[in-house]
C-alpha cells in the first residue's frame, strides 16, 4: 500500500483517485469542489481541505488540473505563497496527469529537480469512461528511474503505461494523438454525414469502411453519427470528451509546432473548426459533435 495524494477530482480525476482506493491504497484527496471530496470520501478515500494537508507526509503526489497555470500554481505557488514542491519531501514522487504545455512542464520539473525530487509529465488518453475503467493509456515524460517507480502505481489505473522519453516528452506524444484523433473524426463525420446525404444508412455505411481502408478508431469506437452505436452521438453527445478541451489540445499542438517549426495544416484547420463549435456555445458537447457542423445552413 502507498500513501498517495491525489489533487484534481473532475471528471477524469475523480474516477482515477477511486480506482486507486479499489487497488489498496492509501489515498487522500483535494478539489475546490467539497462534493467531489465527498464521493472519493465515500469510496474510501481520506478528504482534505488543501494541496498542502493532502501531501503531508505522502509517498506520491497526483494531479489532474485543467492547465498549465493550475499546475505551476499548485508546484510552484503564486500570490506570495508557497509552491508543494517547497513542502514535500525530498523523496516524493510528483505526477502530473494534466495535459498542459511543455513548458510549464520543464518548469515544474526544473524546480522538483532542485529540491531532489522525481517529477514525470503523465497525461492521458482514453476519455471518461477508460478512467472509470482504469483502461487509460500513460504518455510518461521524464527519467527512467522515476518512470519505474511510478509504473505500479499508475497500473491501478491504466492499462497501457508508456515512457515516451525526457521532461515534457509525455505532453509532446499526447499532442500528437490528439491532433491525430481531431482529424480523424472531422474526416470520419464528413464521410458519414456525406453518405447519409446520398441514401446510405449510416450504420451500413460504417461497417464497410470498417472492413476497408477507411477504418479508424473514430469510425470504429466511438462513431459520431447518432443511433449507430452506444457512443456519445447516441446520448445527445454528452461528453465524454468535451470540445472545449479538444480545442485546448489542439491549440497546445499548434504552439508546440510553432515552437518546432512543424507543418500541420490539418492540425490548424482542425483547430479552426473546433473553435468554431466552441464559439456556437457546444464547449461542454462531446468532441465528436462535430458532426453537426456539417449541417446544411
Known amino acids: 500500500m502507498t500513501t498517495i495524494a491525489f489533487i484534481g477530482l473532475g471528471n477524469m480525476g475523480g474516477p482515477m483517485a477511486a480506482n486507486l482506493v479499489a487497488a489498496g491504497h492509501d489515498v487522500r484527496v483535494y478539489d475546490l469542489s467539497d462534493t467531489a471530496i465527498a464521493t472519493l470520501v465515500k469510496q474510501g478515500a481520506t478528504g482534505t481541505k488543501s494541496p498542502r494537508e493532502a501531501a503531508e507526509n505522502t509517498e506520491v503526489v497526483i494531479s489532474m488540473l485543467p492547465a498549465g497555470q493550475h499546475v505551476a500554481g499548485l508546484y510552484l505557488g503564486s500570490d506570495g505563497n508557497a509552491g508543494l514542491l517547497d513542502t514535500i519531501s525530498a523523496d516524493c514522487l510528483v505526477l502530473d496527469c494534466s495535459t498542459i504545455d511543455v513548458d510549464t512542464v520543464r518548469r515544474v520539473q526544473k524546480k522538483a529537480t532542485e529540491r531532489g525530487q522525481q517529477f514525470l509529465d503523465a497525461p492521458v488518453s482514453g476519455g471518461v469512461a477508460a478512467a472509470q475503467a482504469g483502461t487509460l493509456t500513460f504518455m510518461c515524460g521524464g527519467e527512467e528511474a522515476g518512470f519505474e517507480r511510478a509504473e505500479p502505481i499508475l497500473s491501478a489505473m491504466g492499462k497501457n503505461i508508456f515512457h515516451a522519453g525526457g521532461h515534457g516528452a509525455g505532453q ?57 452505436m452506444d457512443s456519445p452521438a447516441s446520448r445527445g453527445y454528452q461528453p465524454g470528451f468535451m470540445v472545449d478541451l479538444m480545442t485546448k489540445d489542439l491549440g497546445l499542438a499548434i504552439e508546440n509546432a510553432k515552437k518546432t517549426n512543424s507543418k500541420i495544416p490539418l492540425g490548424e484547420h482542425a483547430e479552426s473548426l473546433y473553435r468554431e463549435k466552441q464559439s456556437a456555445g457546444d464547449g461542454k458537447k462531446d468532441f465528436s459533435s462535430i458532426l453537426e457542423i456539417l449541417e446544411p445552413a
Open 172 to 228: 509532446v506524444a499526447k499532442m500528437c494523438n490528439n491532433m491525430l484523433l481531431a482529424i480523424h473524426m472531422i474526416g470520419t463525420s464528413e464521410a458519414l454525414k456525406m453518405g447519409a446525404n446520398s441514401g446510405l444508412d449510416p450504420s451500413i455505411l460504417s461497417e464497410i469502411m470498417l472492413k476497408s481502408s477507411g477504418r479508424n478508431w473514430s469510425l470504429e469506437l466511438y462513431n459520431p453519427y447518432p443511433g449507430v
